[in-house]
């Protein structure tokens, strides 16, 4: 089978789904609709994978140009001759094989698609309408993001719900003793966006370091909220408690994972969390809000806490507890760690990728 995988750069994501492709039997074709020049990946494309030269230009992509992205892209089809179009996010990226009218098309939600930027406004939420009438099938990680999309008409026999997971052999538990007692320290690994509620989080950790004043914070990533952060951090002086780790490479996450008591996220936004089932792979339990995404994965009290979503003070009296009964983190990551090898195992996972292509390249349901 010819398979074109469309994505909007190249990340993290993009190459574990074109590695896992790249050892399946298929043809596999990557087009990528712009380049931020952030170096979000520094990994090469796996060598089977064809990259597919389709722009004359380079760099980011806005609305106004897509009647004649549409003919290039059009043309880059002619030319690959595709059995099948993966294609993600939905609106920028599904979006152009929904243009030119090509069947069959399986559009893969990142989350954040049908969560968030289906409700922006008028034209998004027409660009996604438009998108899954045109699409054949339905890839999500989670069920949070299944039951949208049926909200939105798409056939629920037609979606293949599969987490996106982790590799259970490189992030496993540490055989080491966790660090200093009585320390508890806090890794949040979110990008610095309103999404990840990262206001949250902080204003959370500054009213629990008022009565815990040995907790620490791992900061990693950055983003646009990198100027509130460090003057948060000055403003509360919390210097001393939180430490800037900035972008880090992969092969460096499973140590860090294994430096922290608790994985943190208050996103407001999510669909399943790789970083979140990376945490509990690594058996580092989570705090996380209390959004229905992270709740298909997180139970208060047993593989690790939820608060409510927004509220700093819910989440400080949260981390206050947890600080306070260190002697319930080893049965917790326990508890992680299974939920992790029962449903986050991508090699598992991405079989029902490859099952469903079948499945649609034989039904040709369009």
Not at 150 to 173: A, E, M, S
Request: charged content about 20%.
């Amino acid at each position: 089978m010819r398979i074109l995988y469309c994505s909007q750069d190249y990340c993290p994501h993009d190459h574990r789904f074109l590695t896992a492709l790249s050892g399946s039997e298929h043809q596999v074709f990557w087009l990528r609709l712009e380049d931020s020049h952030r170096m979000l990946e520094s990994r090469p494309l796996p060598a089977s994978i064809k990259q597919v030269q389709w722009r004359a230009d380079d760099g980011m992509v806005h609305w106004w140009r897509y009647p004649r992205l549409k003919a290039q892209f059009h043309s880059a089809v002619d030319r690959i001759q595709p059995d099948l179009i993966h294609a993600g996010p939905i609106q920028p990226v599904s979006i152009l094989p929904a243009m030119i009218g090509f069947h069959p098309l399986v559009s893969m939600s990142w989350g954040f698609d049908m969560l968030q930027d289906a409700e922006r406004n008028l034209a998004w939420k027409q660009a996604t309408k438009y998108v899954l009438s045109r699409s054949d099938w339905l890839f999500c990680d989670c069920h949070t993001v299944e039951e949208k999309a049926i909200q939105w008409g798409f056939t629920p026999q037609h979606v293949t719900v599969f987490p996106w997971g982790v590799d259970l052999h490189t992030f496993k538990p540490s055989p080491s003793p966790k660090k200093k007692p009585g320390e508890l320290t806090i890794l949040s690994t979110r990008s610095w966006e309103p999404r990840y509620g990262m206001d949250v989080a902080l204003k959370g950790f500054a009213l629990a370091v008022e009565q815990m004043p040995d907790l620490r914070l791992l900061l990693l990533s950055s983003g646009s909220q990198a100027d509130w952060i460090h003057q948060f951090v000055q403003e509360h002086h919390l210097e001393k408690n939180v430490e800037f780790r900035g972008q880090i490479k992969n092969d460096e996450l499973v140590a860090i994972y294994h430096e922290a008591d608790v994985y943190l996220s208050a996103s407001h936004i999510d669909g399943s969390s790789v970083a979140l089932l990376e945490a509990l792979a690594c058996g580092t339990p989570a705090l996380v809000s209390d959004i229905p995404s992270n709740l298909e994965w997180v139970r208060d009290g047993v593989d690790g806490w939820v608060f409510e979503d927004g509220n700093a003070h819910d989440l400080a009296s949260t981390l206050i507890r947890i600080a306070s009964q260190p002697e319930s983190l080893p049965a917790m990551a326990v508890h992680a760690r299974r939920t992790a090898q029962e449903r986050a195992d991508w090699n598992k996972n991405v079989s029902s990728m490859l099952d469903a292509y079948q499945v649609i390249v034989g039904g040709q349901s369009r």
